[in-house]
C-alpha cells in the first residue's frame, strides 16, 4: 500500500488528541502541530508520534501548510483533533490506494456530526463532503481567516465510509468558539470590502433557520437539530452585526482629521 501521513493542528486538545490518533495508528506517519496548547495535548500527542512541532499562531490555513510541509509520505490524510477514522473508513482508504490510484490524486468522504450527544443526518450537515485524503504535491489549503479551503490540482473520487466529527458535545463548547468565529468571519468580509446591509442581518439568519430546520428537513434531528438551526441563525446574525461594528469603525478611523 502507498505510504500515508496523517496531518494534525491542534490547541489544548487534551480531550479529543487521544481518541483522534489511536483511529489513525496504522498510518506510516503522523505530523502534529501545536499553536502553544497550556494542558497536556503535547504530552498526549507524544504517545503517537515524534513529528510534533510547537509554533506561534499564524492562522489555520498557514499552520495546516506548514504540516503539509513536514510530511513525507506519498499521501496524506488530514484531520482535526475532534474527528475520529472509522475502521469501514480505514480499510476502504486502504484498498483505493493498494488498487493504483488511476490518475485520481484526492478523496472526499463524508463527515457524520454529532452535535449534543445526537448524530445530525440533516439540517444540511450530513454527508457534508470534504476533502481529506490527497497526493502530496496535490494539495494546498487557503489561508483565509476562517473556513479554509484545501484546493486540489487533479482528478477527485468518493470514498462511502463516515468520518465522525464529535463537533459540540455542550452548549458552552460551541459559544467557546462562536465569538472567535463570528468575529474572524466579519473581518474576512470587511476584507473582501463587502458593504453592509440592512438585510443581512434581518433576512439573511432568517432564511437561515427557515432552509436549515424545514427544506433540510432539521426537524427530523429532534431538539438538537431545532438548537442548531437556531444558533446557526445566530452566528449568521452576529457575524454581519460585528460586520456592521467593524465598517463603522473603519470609517470613524477614515475621517479622523
Request: charge should be neutral.
Amino acid at each position: 500500500m502507498n505510504s500515508i501521513s496523517v496531518i494534525l493542528i491542534a490547541k489544548n486538545e487534551e480531550n479529543n488528541i487521544r481518541e483522534c490518533l489511536s483511529t489513525v495508528r496504522w498510518v506510516n506517519e503522523i505530523v502534529v502541530v501545536d499553536a502553544g496548547s497550556s494542558d497536556s495535548t503535547v504530552s498526549i500527542a507524544k504517545e503517537f508520534t515524534e513529528n510534533i512541532f510547537v509554533r506561534p499562531w499564524e492562522g489555520y490555513g498557514a499552520a495546516k501548510n506548514f504540516a503539509l510541509s513536514q510530511a513525507s509520505s506519498e499521501w496524506v490524510l488530514w484531520l482535526d483533533a475532534d474527528e475520529r477514522v472509522t475502521d469501514s473508513l480505514k480499510e476502504e482508504i486502504q484498498q483505493v490506494l493498494a488498487s493504483g490510484d488511476h490518475g485520481i490524486v484526492a478523496y472526499t468522504v463524508p463527515r457524520k456530526a454529532n452535535f449534543l450527544g445526537r448524530w445530525i443526518l440533516h439540517c444540511g450537515w450530513y454527508p457534508a463532503r470534504v476533502t481529506r485524503l490527497f497526493k502530496r504535491g496535490k494539495g494546498k489549503f487557503t489561508e483565509s481567516r476562517v473556513h479554509e479551503r484545501l484546493e486540489i490540482d487533479g482528478v477527485q473520487r468518493d470514498l462511502h465510509s463516515d468520518l465522525l466529527h464529535y463537533t459540540d458535545p455542550s452548549l458552552s463548547h460551541y459559544y467557546d468558539k462562536f465569538n472567535k468565529y463570528t468575529s474572524l468571519a466579519a473581518e474576512e468580509l470587511a476584507d473582501e470590502k463587502l458593504p453592509f446591509s440592512v438585510a443581512q442581518v434581518t433576512l439573511r439568519p432568517v432564511w437561515t433557520f427557515f432552509r436549515m430546520y424545514f427544506i433540510r428537513l432539521g426537524f427530523l434531528d429532534g431538539i438538537p437539530g431545532f438548537i442548531l438551526c437556531a444558533l446557526s441563525a445566530s452566528y449568521v446574525f452576529v457575524k454581519y452585526a460585528k460586520l456592521w461594528e467593524q465598517t463603522r469603525r473603519n470609517d470613524k478611523t477614515e475621517i479622523k482629521p
